[in-house]
T-cell receptor
Framework: KAGVTQTPRYLIKTRGQQVTLSCSPISGHRSVSWYQQTPGQGLQFLFEYFSETQRNKGNFPGRFSGRQFSNSRSEMNVSTLELGDSALYLC??????????????FGPGTRLLVL | AQRVTQPEKLLSVFKGAPVELKCNYSYSGSPELFWYVQYSRQRLQLLLRHISRESIKGFTADLNKGETSFHLKKPFAQEEDSAMYYCALSSSSNTGKLIFGQGTTLQVKP
């Protein structure tokens, strides 16, 4: 099966702009989780979507949002970008089975630089 | 609060030496513990998880609930083991969320 794909791979934006990142999960996987990776904070959970519904959310401001489509593809949006939003954004997919302790499979990430 | 701690940022060993990457967690329930690895210029990938009790690439990890630890071990390090290693925890009460440690860079010298 093809792995998790993310587009674009690199983005440069300026403060105040907004950005949309896309994630295509492994075929058959219905859960998509998003993470932010920075040198200072490490890997932090943003949110998780399953069957087009947000099931879980991390401690990020409302500027960070997401959605999931009927084909399980997911997008995340960051509005009013700040310099501190510069990071590698990772998405991960899993089957989304009840109990929630599944292996997550990661994409290559989108590297966002905010100037 | 659920937390994962990897006390070493960098672990440097010589080829053929034993390796132990430490991971401690705090969680009151029954967690699922994972080790993920990120090789240079590659994506984060699963190395092993405690429930499968497998040995992958010679690595093993034992969940010690008394000490709340899940240390990763390998008896003889290889140069190709050089990578960033992350310990992660998931729980049934926190669907879809992995809590990661800060990661340990393993450097295996020839």
């Amino acid at each position: 099966k093809a792995g998790v794909t993310q587009t674009p791979r690199y983005l440069i934006k300026t403060r105040g702009q907004q950005v949309t990142l896309s994630c295509s999960p492994i075929s058959g996987h219905r859960s998509v989780s998003w993470y932010q990776q920075t040198p200072g904070q490490g890997l932090q959970f943003l949110f998780e979507y399953f069957s087009e519904t947000q099931r879980n959310k991390g401690n990020f401001p409302g500027r960070f949002s997401g959605r999931q489509f009927s084909n399980s593809r997911s997008e995340m949006n960051v509005s009013t970008l700040e310099l501190g939003d510069s990071a590698l954004y990772l998405c991960a997919s899993s089957q989304g089975l009840a109990g929630g302790q599944e292996t997550q499979y990661f994409g290559p990430g989108t590297r966002l630089l905010v100037l | 609060a659920q937390r994962v701690t990897q006390p070493e940022k960098l672990l440097s060993v010589f080829k053929g030496a034993p390796v132990e990457l430490k991971c401690n967690y705090s969680y009151s329930g029954s967690p699922e513990l994972f080790w993920y690895v990120q090789y240079s210029r590659q994506r984060l990938q699963l190395l092993l998880r405690h429930i499968s009790r497998e040995s992958i690439k010679g690595f093993t990890a034992d969940l010690n609930k008394g000490e709340t630890s899940f240390h990763l071990k390998k008896p003889f390090a290889q140069e190709e083991d050089s990578a960033m290693y992350y310990c992660a925890l998931s729980s049934s009460s926190n669907t879809g969320k992995l809590i990661f440690g800060q990661g340990t860079t393993l450097q295996v010298k020839p």
